[in-house]
């Protein structure tokens, strides 16, 4: 059996105390798959004395300071759990490849902003940058489309890849629950953050999603060029309506690459009930790759909490115990492309489109004249109007159109004396 | 760029002439995920004048024989697409190993017979000897296991194993139609083989299953220790009892570790109809592991077909391309336990029972006594008694009882006088 691989870990959190459990908890079974032992030699958090669940590896230094940790001269894994794009997180990446360390970390929002340059970092000291756990806890998809569908060309990818987002929709569709209730719900059980604004808000998935691009597409990452839309606006009647017409509405994050370059975005989308993508309900993600070999695949898994998202901590582990290596985004960064992004204008597809307008003579008339004129098509309407004179609902469908030629509909639309309210609009996507 | 790997496939059917397809059209991409050329110096088919729907590569030398290829000189990588446990694709995999070469292989029965032995040969001369491409067709669920889940215990590990007898069952239930007239339907659409015996049989989901238990838990592959029964005896009438119930049957692979050893088993299964297994219908394949840290994961996807196929053959080389290597089974073969094998007629569960019986006074007496005598309890009854004197169905299902004594209660009840035919007992699964 070679030497012992020594593991420092920098945050001792939910995921930190699940990745000191579970190496505890299987260190023979994991000695015996790596063919060497793993041994935490040393461990950093903020605060020392704050009461832990867990019993602290008899075998780890303690550092007040994680850049001392990720410098160590018994460390050969640094484990980056300490979360944030900037600030501490990076420089204990950064120092601890500086001295020649393997890297672990689940830090989706250092490798979106960052990710680029530390491959670079990692590719210059040859030595690996992990990140398994960073994308849908505790699925192994960042290793599926990675190695496993290596072979492929993407036609594209897309999946769930907010569990507090799909866990709040499924509530609201399975209660006809408003989403500002649910979301207190889910802050209660501890599914959504106290300050859920990254998760609802799209900016987690697109973190993700951006990850997931650059691996797919052999692309920089750029997470600034997702185009991102949260679930803050929903409404329950928006799922009522969507449900049926023979929808789900799902925060989805999709990629492809059109003629006009990679095209990345995060946002609320109206599903078919029979997808195998509308089916995955509550904390659940799920990621479908399309490869135009492989054809569709789709990994569904938790993609949170301390115990899944260990799991894939440590198979970045095992995967350095067992001496497998390769660049951080599989090709090396010098070759990953900087991709023109396609523009989201001129995005086509088909549009939910939800108005409130009085239930007066000529107001449809008046709607379905700007949409004539723009050359925008309607494919169904739900339209029950029981109440003269008063704001109702009016739900459309359009056939596919071009995003900016719709954003110039609904200005107009908007501007219509019968339309009280701004309308509300969901894009759909049929797989 | 490091020197061009150098690749000999043996077999050009129709795995073969996807792989050979897939290298041609996408020889820049791999090159670049590589970071070396893929070039194929090698190729060997049992008709060298058979019309082939690609160009050979011109590359390649024609072996008549294939064990000269896997002899060549200038070939880094054999890959035997010939197939059966016997005869020339063994000879090929061991002549390539011992003569230093790499191996990769779709070939799920030579493995489930002599993975062992192979494995140990492979890692005696340091050599991969890869297989994604047995298990799954387009899905990665060798590396997912292997590694992406490596640091789990898995409580289960059980899956749709086999696309041609999803198929079948999927149509059955859909049409309403009997298996042998969807079986005939299947040949015609190239869904099922001309002798399809492996598949409605369930060997070749056994042959699968028996790899990823091994990969899973650690044990030696044992494919005579698989449980087997197959789809051949199911009715239109079962499928529709069973959805009635609020179920659906599917053939599933199944493996765990009990108490008394490792347990597989492959065979129609009742499934509740609200279970992610049972939504994945058509040709299509699902693996769910259960992990003791990962939770629940899924994987879903094309389970063959020359394109699938040929995406994990070339996963397989792109690994060796990219210098990742370990043992086949993960751990060395020495390791490998060889475990007991958890007994059959001890296995508890649920049973779904279909009986054809005289509608006549004192049926029902009868059975529900032997039941009793045996105390295997009853959960429901469908008993739709309309035509006094003549046979009608009766279908059951008991509580969790054992393999043994539901054994001895079926062959009680197919003594008694009014039951005119043999009872049809089908497993329950409840995830």
Same mark, same amino acid.
């Not at 997931?212 to 009647?237: H, K, M, N, P, W």
């Not at 994050?253 to 975005?265: D, F, K, P, V, Y």
């Given at each position: 059996?070679?030497?012992?691989?020594?593991?420092?870990?920098?945050?001792?959190?939910?995921?930190?105390?699940?990745?000191?459990?579970?190496?505890?908890?299987?260190?023979?079974?994991?000695?015996?798959?790596?063919?060497?032992?793993?041994?935490?030699?040393?461990?950093?958090?903020?605060?020392?004395?704050?009461?832990?669940?867990?019993?602290?590896?008899?075998?780890?230094?303690?550092?007040?300071?994680?850049?001392?940790?990720?410098?160590?001269?018994?460390?050969?894994?640094?484990?980056?759990?300490? /979360? @944030?794009?900037?600030?501490?997180?990076?420089?204990?990446?950064? %120092?601890? $490849?500086?001295? *020649?360390? +393997? !890297?672990?970390?689940?830090?989706?929002?250092?490798?979106?902003?960052?990710?680029?340059?530390?491959?670079?970092?990692?590719?210059?000291?040859?030595?690996?940058?992990?990140?398994?756990?960073?994308?849908?806890?505790?699925?192994?998809?960042?290793?599926?489309?990675?190695?496993?569908?290596?072979?492929?060309?993407?036609?594209?990818?897309?999946?769930?890849?907010?569990?507090?987002?799909?866990?709040?929709?499924?509530?609201?569709?399975?209660?006809?629950?408003?989403?500002?209730?649910?979301?207190?719900?889910?802050?209660?059980?501890?599914?959504?953050?106290?300050?859920?604004?990254?998760?609802? /808000? @799209?900016?987690?998935?697109?973190?993700?999603?951006?990850?997931? %691009?650059? $691996?797919?597409? *052999?692309? +920089? !990452?750029?997470?600034?060029?997702?185009?991102?839309?949260?679930?803050?606006?929903?409404?329950?009647?928006?799922?009522?309506?969507?449900?049926?017409?023979?929808?789900?509405?799902?925060?989805?994050?999709?990629?492809?690459?059109?003629?006009?370059?990679?095209?990345?975005?995060?946002?609320?989308?109206?599903?078919?009930?029979?997808?195998?993508?509308?089916?995955?309900?509550?904390?659940?993600?799920?990621?479908?790759?399309?490869?135009?070999?492989?054809?569709?695949?789709?990994?569904?898994?938790?993609?949170?909490?301390?115990?899944?998202?260990?799991?894939?901590?440590?198979?970045?582990?095992?995967?350095?115990?067992?001496?497998?290596?390769?660049?951080?985004?599989? %090709?090396?960064?010098?070759?990953?492309?900087?991709?023109?992004?396609?523009?989201?204008?001129?995005?086509?597809?088909?549009?939910?489109?939800?108005?409130?307008?009085?239930?007066?003579?000529?107001?449809?008339?008046?709607?379905?004249?700007?949409?004539?004129?723009?050359?925008?098509?309607?494919?169904?309407?739900?339209?029950?109007?029981?109440?003269?004179?008063?704001?109702?609902?009016?739900?459309?469908?359009?056939?596919?159109?071009?995003?900016?030629?719709?954003?110039?509909?609904?200005?107009?639309?908007?501007?219509?004396?019968?339309?009280?309210?701004?309308?509300?609009?969901?894009?759909?996507?049929?797989?």
């Amino acid at each position: 059996m070679s030497d012992a691989l020594r593991i420092g870990i920098a945050g001792l959190g939910t995921v930190g105390s699940g990745v000191i459990r579970l190496l505890s908890e299987q260190e023979k079974l994991l000695a015996q798959r790596c063919g060497r032992e793993l041994v935490v030699t040393a461990v950093s958090a903020r605060d020392r004395d704050k009461p832990r669940d867990f019993d602290m590896p008899d075998t780890a230094a303690w550092y007040d300071d994680p850049c001392a940790l990720a410098q160590a001269d018994d460390v050969d894994v640094v484990v980056e759990l300490v /979360g @944030g794009a900037e600030g501490p997180a990076r420089e204990i990446v950064e %120092t601890a $490849l500086r001295c *020649g360390k +393997q !890297v672990v970390t689940a830090n989706k929002a250092l490798l979106a902003i960052h990710g680029s340059s530390l491959a670079a970092l990692a590719e210059k000291v040859d030595r690996a940058l992990c990140y398994e756990a960073a994308v849908c806890g505790g699925i192994p998809v960042i290793k599926a489309i990675r190695e496993g569908l290596a072979a492929n060309r993407f036609e594209r990818i897309y999946g769930i890849l907010n569990g507090t987002c799909n866990y709040i929709l499924t509530q609201m569709e399975e209660h006809g629950a408003e989403f500002a209730a649910v979301l207190a719900e889910a802050q209660q059980l501890g599914y959504a953050e106290s300050d859920p604004s990254f998760d609802i /808000g @799209g900016i987690d998935a697109a973190h993700k999603l951006s990850i997931l %691009t650059s $691996l797919a597409y *052999g692309c +920089q !990452v750029r997470f600034d060029a997702v185009f991102i839309e949260g679930i803050e606006d929903l409404t329950a009647s928006d799922i009522r309506f969507a449900r049926e017409l023979g929808y789900r509405i799902k925060l989805l994050g999709l990629a492809r690459r059109t003629e006009a370059g990679i095209e990345q975005r995060v946002h609320p989308c109206l599903v078919p009930l029979q997808t195998p993508i509308a089916e995955v309900s509550g904390v659940t993600n799920a990621v479908v790759a399309v490869g135009n070999y492989a054809g569709q695949t789709m990994f569904v898994g938790p993609g949170a909490g301390a115990e899944p998202t260990a799991s894939s901590v440590i198979a970045d582990i095992v995967d350095i115990a067992r001496g497998l290596a390769m660049p951080p985004f599989a %090709t090396p960064s010098s070759t990953l492309e900087d991709a023109p992004i396609s523009p989201m204008d001129r995005w086509q597809g088909a549009y939910y489109v939800r108005l409130t307008l009085l239930d007066q003579p000529g107001s449809m008339a008046g709607i379905t004249a700007v949409m004539a004129k723009h050359s925008v098509s309607i494919d169904s309407i739900i339209q029950r109007g029981r109440s003269p004179g008063a704001a109702v609902p009016v739900v459309m469908l359009t056939h596919k159109t071009e995003e900016a030629r719709m954003a110039r509909v609904l200005h107009e639309i908007a501007a219509l004396e019968p339309v009280t309210e701004s309308p509300r609009v969901i894009r759909i996507e049929r797989f």
